[in-house]
């Protein structure tokens, strides 16, 4: 891993964001964060490709392993589909993002946001919509 350094770049300035995550039966949980840069990027994307990757080796799918193992955190598209494929699990088995999830409360909101924050870090846009009834992850249209 090689670190680039560019010391004429312009500081980021923070960026609001909206995740809004509709399950598929119609309910809604949202976060609102503040990012104050680009830097969490590798980080969100290896907690995202760490959950995709649980869930398939605790499902019994095989998980071929790359030589490099890391994740491209500027691969949006790839993100995407292991957000929604993460989203879907806890959605089906334990009803993560619904009120009515048996999971303990505190446990719940904690990966609630958790998830929400690394989405918000990867996904392009100030509202960001992940739409389990459609299967779609992008911009929220209307979501102010």
């Not at 907690?47 to 995709?52: D, P, T």
């Not at 193992?69 to 691969?75: Q, T």
């Given at each position: 891993m090689s670190l680039i350094i560019q010391p004429n770049a312009a500081a980021s300035e923070p960026v609001d964001k909206r995740v809004v995550l509709k399950?598929?039966?119609g309910e809604m949980v949202s976060a609102e964060f503040t990012l104050q840069?680009?830097?969490g990027r590798p980080s969100a994307a290896e907690?995202?490709?760490?959950?995709?990757k649980s869930i398939k080796e605790k499902l019994g799918e095989v998980v071929i392993a790359q030589l490099d193992?890391?994740?491209?955190?500027?691969?949006v598209t790839e993100l995407k589909?292991?957000?929604?494929?993460?989203?879907?699990?806890h959605d089906s088995m334990f009803g993560t993002f619904n009120r009515t999830s048996k999971l303990p409360e505190e446990e719940r909101k904690d990966?609630?946001?958790?998830?929400?924050l690394a989405v918000a870090t990867l996904i392009p846009g100030r509202n960001i919509l992940v739409d389990l009834s459609k299967g779609t992850v992008g911009e929220g249209a209307g979501l102010n």
């Open positions: 399950t598929k039966v840069d680009e830097n907690y995202i490709n760490h959950l995709y193992d890391s994740i491209d955190a500027n691969n589909k292991q957000i929604l494929y993460i989203a879907a699990f990966f609630i946001e958790i998830f929400l």
